[in-house]
């Protein structure tokens, strides 16, 4: 049989995919499914602009059947079908996309759910199978077509007989090698997992017959196993529903399904904006620290799709890194996708939805702070540590968005506070927003330093957190008042009858503060007479930007 070469162009690309377009080899089943479903709904588009033509949703659907004695994977669908033409135009050419050009004719107004675009997608067959199979029969036509090839030397198309209008995909698998797992293309769990991970939303059944297990006949003990077809994709994606025929079960099951995380969300955000960027998202935030999250392993990002199908697991372009605690997904239609469909670095659109998606959170948790104070508080103990981190990163361009987010624990509510909870209550002398910094808020409590802020009847923001004082320096004023640490030189309070005494203390006990002075000589700058203390004989007090309890931080982290 004469074989039609690809032609050279072709040729050369066809070699360039298969070793080195895609990053992850398990696509190919993405890309035969996408097909697959492009094919049933140009039949669905057929039928809307021809009233002969009834499209009874039950017929439609794509079947994925593993031969592993046979080595053989099937991918066939019941879609539109290829005439001989159309394989030799579509399948023998490579970047020649029929579905494309399907849009492009037919005019479809909400085309673009049909996926294809590139021409390339089917390529990705041969990163896993040595030799393709194609037999198709194309809507209207009483014969069927069979196009194979084996890779870069061309390909076959003779007449094959195929009962039904549709398209059958043999793809004959590569032997597995000590490095390459292909053997993992024919098992049962493995694809039910790709088809899940990658094309759960599409809007046809994906079956498979996969092995179950049921009670003997006339045995309450034993099982056996049968083989059941089961649809695999969940089909409709939740984030295309209407939030009212939600329920908060529903998200929480997404949540579960897609593995955003072990624990339960603690609160969902979906969204859907229709303007100068399209896209739908549901967004979670975790209730509990996830194990690794303050270390390097932990990843952010969302799942990203374009049209219901996945391109990216987990795209960090969406989320500033002060709100990587975020689980989620996101689909567009309106992304330009590069070749292998895995995203374009430099897309205006991913950033304009990251914008988008970044306000979107912070009203969020504002909100939350208004009217959900119990769970902001649970959020905060599980994720304020990154929000400060936020603050003190990208020298404090963060801190419009994040300052109304941060608490800290009040000496007077004896619970967290938020800042503009603070400065709203400041009695009209009070010049600063003071805080005190300590291993735990029972140590700050007892801290000399404190007195004399708190019997002026003054707030004190307790700090535990390392990097607490680091990001308060960054904001260094909130609603146009000043932080102060009660360790600082000056606390800008009223001068008492303490002060009045504290001359002639002073001059009485010279001798002694010098000899103090010179016994601690490498140890403080200076020993003298306090004016801020009550019950306490003595206490350390800071001179300039960093306190004590900064030192003893930047002491502790490796240079
Ligand atoms: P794309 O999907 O981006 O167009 P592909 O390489 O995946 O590129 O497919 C090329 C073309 O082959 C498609 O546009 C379509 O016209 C045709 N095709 C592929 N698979 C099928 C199928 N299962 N049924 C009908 N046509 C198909
Ligand atoms: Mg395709």
């Not at 494309?100 to 199978?129: C, P, T």
């Not at 200076?526 to 309890?549: F, M, Q, W, Y």
Request: charged content about 30%; hydrophobic content about 35%; aromatic content about 12%.
């Amino acid at each position: 049989m004469e074989k039609t070469p690809f032609k050279a162009e072709s040729k050369r690309m066809l070699e360039m995919m298969i070793h080195s377009i895609y990053s992850n080899r398990e696509i190919f089943l993405r890309e035969l499914i996408s097909n697959a479903s492009d094919a049933i709904d140009k039949m669905y588009y057929k039928a809307l602009s021809d009233p002969s033509l009834d499209f009874d949703k039950a017929n439609y659907y794509i079947k994925v059947t593993a031969d592993k004695a046979n080595r053989t994977l099937t991918i066939c669908d019941t879609g539109i079908g290829m005439t001989k033409e159309e394989l030799e135009n579509n399948l023998g050419v490579i970047a020649q996309s029929g579905s494309l050009a399907f849009k492009n004719e037919n005019e479809v107004k909400d085309g673009h759910e049909i996926i294809g675009q590139f021409g390339v997608g089917f390529y990705a067959s041969f990163m896993v199978a040595d030799v393709v199979t194609v037999i198709s029969r194309a809507f209207g036509s009483e014969t069927a077509y069979q196009w194979e090839s084996s890779g870069v030397d061309g390909y076959t198309i003779v007449p094959a007989e195929k009962e039904d209008v549709g398209t059958e995909i043999v793809l004959k698998i590569k032997e597995s090698t000590e490095d390459d797992h292909y053997d993992d293309y024919l098992d049962e769990y493995r694809l039910r997992s790709i088809i899940k991970k990658y094309s759960d939303f599409i809007r046809y059944p994906i079956k498979m017959d996969v092995t179950a297990q049921r009670p003997k006949e006339g045995s309450e003990e034993e099982f056996e196993e049968y083989q059941e077809e089961q649809t695999i994709n969940s089909m409709v994606p939740i984030w295309r529903k209407n939030k009212n025929e939600l329920t908060d079960e529903d998200y929480e099951n997404f949540y579960m399904e897609k593995r955003f995380g072990f624990d339960k969300p603690l609160k969902h955000l979906h969204i859907s904006v229709d303007g100068a960027v399209r896209y739908n998202a549901i967004l979670y935030i975790p209730e509990k620290t996830p194990f690794d999250y303050y270390t390097k392993e932990y990843e952010k990002g969302l799942e990203l799709y374009s049209n219901g199908v996945l391109i990216m697991s987990k795209c960090p372009d969406l989320l500033p890194d002060y709100y990587s605690f975020v689980k989620g997904m996101v689909d567009s239609e309106d992304l330009s996708l590069n070749i292998s469909r895995e995203i374009l670095q430099q897309d205006k659109q991913l950033q304009l939805i990251a914008k988008n998606i970044k306000s979107k959170i912070t009203s969020q948790l504002q909100r939350m702070i208004q009217d959900d104070r119990a769970h902001y508080e649970q959020f905060y103990e599980a994720f304020g540590t990154q929000l400060k981190y936020g603050v003190y990163s990208d020298y404090g361009s963060n801190k419009d968005t994040l300052q109304d987010l941060l608490m800290f624990y009040s000496s007077k509510e004896k619970k967290m506070v938020t800042l503009a909870e603070y400065v709203a209550r400041m009695p009209e002398a009070q010049k600063y927003i003071y805080y005190a910094s300590g291993e735990t808020y029972e140590r700050i409590e007892k801290l000399p330093q404190t007195e004399l802020v708190l019997d002026k009847g003054y707030e004190i923001l307790y700090f535990i957190d390392d990097v607490d004082e680091f990001a308060i320096k960054m904001l260094m004023t909130y609603k146009d008042k000043e932080f102060r640490s009660v360790s600082s030189g000056d606390l800008g309070i009223e001068a008492s009858e303490n002060e009045e005494n504290a001359e002639s203390d002073a001059n009485e006990n010279q001798a002694l503060f010098d000899e103090m002075k010179q016994l601690l000589a490498d140890k403080v700058k200076d020993v003298r007479v306090s004016k801020r203390l009550k019950n306490h004989p003595v206490c350390l007090t800071a001179d300039g930007e960093i306190t004590i309890e900064m030192e003893k931080v930047l002491k502790a982290m490796p240079n």
